[in-house]
């Protein structure tokens, strides 16, 4: 699909998630396909999930991208939704050892599950601890909050709420893009 996209001449950022946490195929997709950024869901930490215990591999995910493809991105979550932390781990302490010793480039907040807003108070949090460390909303966000969550964060990715009846499943609603971009301009 990737390749596709680029033969159709696309000239956008193409970004690579391979759930849940299988950043080494994400990193591959990246390299063969012109990426500019991989998503890891647990970079750093552990996570208790529907899948079960999820350790985060920063250490293997920073070399592996030095080897193949050095200039992409590392875009992490903090505290990842569909999950729980393993541990007494505020979002401060998570964001701070993402951000710096993960050495994640991107930091991710997100509500708890897909669709669930992203608390602003938890932004504000994340963006004090580390100023320097772009910021992007992971889940939640849609016309009605976009302006309150971009106070802090620096970018929205977005599904749900841009779906035809806010359905993940759904195809976009055009319309839905259109109103969401009129907020972010």
Known sequence: A??????AGCKLPLGFNVLRNDVSS????????????????VHTGAVEA??????????????KRAMLCPGVGIWADVLVKHAVPIGDLG?????RDTFERGLADAL?????????PTGVEDLRKV?????????LVGSGARVSNAGDLLEYADGLIVASSLKVDGILSNPVDVERVR???????
């Open 50 to 63: 529907d899948q079960g215990i999820i350790q985060g591999e920063a250490h293997t995910t920073v070399r």
């Open 179 to 185: 109103e969401l971009r009129a907020v972010m301009n």
């Open 26 to 41: 994400a990193i591959g997709l990246a390299a063969s396909c012109e990426g500019a950024f991989v998503r890891v869901n």
């Open 2 to 7: 990737a390749h596709s996209i680029r033969e």
């Open 127 to 135: 963006k004090g601890t580390c100023p320097s460390a772009p910021l």
């Open 108 to 116: 991710i907040v997100s509500g708890v599950a897909t669709g669930e």
């Open 91 to 95: 979002i401060e302490e998570a964001a």
